[in-house]
């Protein structure tokens, strides 16, 4: 049994290694059968198994022996209940408990060892910063188990109570005091989900999963938080919290699809919540799958009404800056959000890094300077710290700087991660020659051609995005001959840009190739990470296919413009792809009218068809369409008719995007140029 439990329970002595008769020797059959089921639950539970992360802030406490009413058969729970919280407590993330044997060299011999004053002496003896002290009390078969946790000052911090109906029923008893228990030390602002969410379950295994995926969430390890937390959700399966956490882990480790069934899955099951983390829960519904402007009013009721609640404030901090430009809004507003959770939580490596880019933004090296150094103290090595040296090299346009960086990602394996950096470095910094250089790297011959089929897509666009066209044509070639479907979307997203002012023959090219690469030859795993969204790649696809043919048409000023029109209108459900088709469908018209020189019905109908900004429509079009070129056309369109300050707000919107093409980004660039020329006095 002792194995069972691991090593929490194998370091603390059993009452035989203390030179006492062990327990199972007392004529007490039934505590083996009960210690069976405590291996039984310890093996299925998996509790153990799992590598824990050295934690930043350990907990230590003591546990006093327990104070026993009732008949000798039991007495062997005054040390006993130690022992059994120590399994349940010893490990868990943030925790650690005195050896028992230790304490108990300390414990008085004589008077009630479970008296307060000897368990506050205790604490002070060991510098334990909580101490526990319990009673078991016999009534019939029944033991009313009473267990409190307190400060090292003596007040109490949690109480809980339980009733085993018998010995057998021990464990499961046990486990509810340890839950109960573990969520009164979690008591400071950044903890509050974690205390909250040892509340709203009835498993403790899953309790400590879900702190295993706290603590790497917080260290930036966000492949370990997602396991964690499914573990979690494995453990319970309507552990609302638990799914939420893991939609936000997901989603920071580029796994769309499981942050998305984790969305829904918290959605469902978040009546099991106290409102305010049920409305966090229903904010991120509302990203994902609603309306990001309904996300960003709920995230603001819940900053005014807990203006310490870190979650809620990051949460907010995260709409602004990717919906924002959605909406033609600056990322700039979502700096306050994040400078609050700084306050909060000085570590938070999630505010850090947005905070970076938006200072990379700004041009703002101090505060670059600033916050890579806060970066290097939590983990020199971390992605994230790598990402803030790169946003530095290049808003710097440091040499060194810049070389250090690439060798680092020369060796780094994951091409996402090559790939990500390149795309920040080219949006954030306009260091689009420093980003090239990235994207190279993943495209370089003897990596997995998985790998280079991402990275030349970057490199078309670093290449397109500095007006060096024929070399973007000359490495769409090159990807051609590692995948001709992909090579075929870039091309054609490329070239029915307007504002490159592709040639008829480099229309028909993307137009030949495109039609030559139909739906039935797709091979999805090739394509971008972002380049589908994840509920239905395949649909996506296909619309998005309908949509390139439908532009390419309009600018070879082919009749054939309305027949992908209809295509994409015959879906009318009101689902993601159903919206994602209409959608296009009405930029395309829009389109048709431009080119016929009625830029007022162009303008209406891309008003009309506008849409409304969803967080898998975000990721799934990052540098295909992701009505980034929507966006930059109503610019333009609105210019012409004038509105010049909306346009220029649109167009800022575009050049802080992300999801934007560098050949995006520098069309925004010049208009925003032309602009602001013709409107000076």
Request: proline content about 4%.
């Amino acid at each position: 049994a002792a194995v069972a439990f691991g090593d929490s329970l194998a370091s603390a002595p059993t009452a035989l290694q203390r030179g006492t008769r062990p327990f199972w020797r007392r004529g007490v059959p039934i505590t083996v059968g009960a210690l069976i089921l405590a291996a039984i639950a310890a093996a299925k539970f998996g509790l153990g198994t799992k590598p824990t992360p050295v934690p930043a802030d350990v907990s230590q406490i003591v546990i006093a022996p327990f104070t026993v009413r009732g008949d000798a058969r039991i007495a062997y729970l005054r040390e006993g209940m130690v022992d059994l919280l120590v399994a349940k407590l010893d490990g868990a993330p943030g925790i650690r408990v005195v050896d028992p044997k230790a304490m108990l060299e300390n414990v008085p011999r004589r008077g009630n060892t479970g008296d307060l004053e000897v368990a506050r002496g205790l604490a002070r003896r060991f510098g334990a910063q909580h101490f526990i002290t319990g009673t078991v009390v016999q009534g019939g078969n029944a033991l009313q188990i009473t267990a409190s946790l307190y400060d090292a000052q003596g007040a109490v911090v949690a109480r809980s109570d339980r009733v085993a109906t018998s010995e057998a029923d021990l464990f499961p008893a046990i486990d509810d005091l340890a839950r109960e228990l573990v969520a009164g030390l979690l008591t400071s602002s950044d903890a509050r989900l974690a205390s909250l969410a040892a509340r709203t379950t009835a498993s403790y295994p899953a309790v400590q999963q879900y702190l295993h995926g706290e603590q790497y969430f917080r260290a930036g390890q966000y492949d370990d938080a997602v396991e964690s937390f499914q573990l979690a959700v494995e453990r319970d399966t309507t552990f609302a919290l638990a799914y939420y956490r893991l939609s936000s882990a997901a989603d920071w480790a580029g796994k769309a699809s499981v942050a998305e069934a984790a969305a829904h899955a918290a959605m469902r099951h978040r009546e099991r919540l106290p409102t305010s983390a049920a409305d966090l829960v229903t904010a991120r519904w509302e990203f994902w799958f609603g309306d990001v402007r309904r996300a960003d009013e709920i995230y603001r009721e819940l900053t005014s009404a807990r203006p310490t609640d870190v979650e809620a404030w990051f949460e907010r901090g995260e709409v602004l800056f990717h919906g924002g430009p959605w909406m033609g809004r600056s990322l700039r507003d979502a700096e306050p959000a994040f400078r609050r959770v700084l306050a909060l939580d000085p570590s938070h490596i999630g505010a850090i890094t947005h905070l970076a880019r938006v200072a990379a933004h700004n041009r703002d090296v101090a505060l670059l300077d600033s916050l890579l150094a806060r970066a290097q103290a939590i983990d020199p090595a971390h992605d994230r710290t790598l990402e803030i040296r790169g946003l530095r090299a290049g808003v710097r346009n440091d040499s060194r700087a810049i070389d250090s960086v690439l060798a680092r990602l020369a060796v780094h394996r994951d091409a996402f991660k090559i790939d990500a950096d390149a795309e920040r470095i080219a949006v954030y910094t306009g260091n689009l020659a420093f980003a090239e250089r990235i994207a190279r790297i993943g495209a370089r011959a003897g990596r997995p051609r998985a790998d280079r089929v991402l990275s030349f897509q970057s490199v078309i666009h670093m290449a397109a995005g500095q007006g060096q066209w024929q070399e973007a044509k000359r490495q769409m070639d090159v990807l051609a001959s590692l995948d001709p479907v992909i090579a075929a979307q870039v091309r054609a997203n490329l070239t029915a840009m307007p504002f490159l002012r592709a040639s008829a023959a480099d229309i028909a090219r993307a137009r030949r190739d495109l039609e030559a690469v139909g739906p039935s030859m797709r091979r999805v795993g090739t394509v971008r990470r972002d380049s589908d969204a994840a509920a239905d790649p395949h649909h996506f696809q296909d619309a998005r296919r309908s949509y390139q043919l439908g532009l390419l048409a309009v600018m070879a000023g082919d009749a054939a413009a309305t027949s992908y029109i209809a295509a994409l209108e015959t879906d009318t459900a009101s689902t993601n792809i159903g919206t994602f088709q209409r959608s296009l469908a009405g930029s395309l018209r829009a389109h048709m009218f431009a080119q016929r020189g009625d830029s007022a019905a162009a303008l209406a109908e891309l008003q009309r068809s506008w849409l409304l900004p969803r967080k898998p429509l975000m990721i799934g079009w990052a540098w295909t369409h992701s009505n980034v070129t929507d966006r930059l056309f109503l610019a333009t369109l609105l210019a012409h008719a004038g509105r010049n300050d909306e346009a220029l707000r649109w167009i800022d919107a575009v050049r802080e995007d992300i999801a934007g093409s560098p050949v995006i980004m520098a069309t925004a660039e010049k208009l925003r140029r032309r602009l602001v020329t013709s409107s000076a006095p």
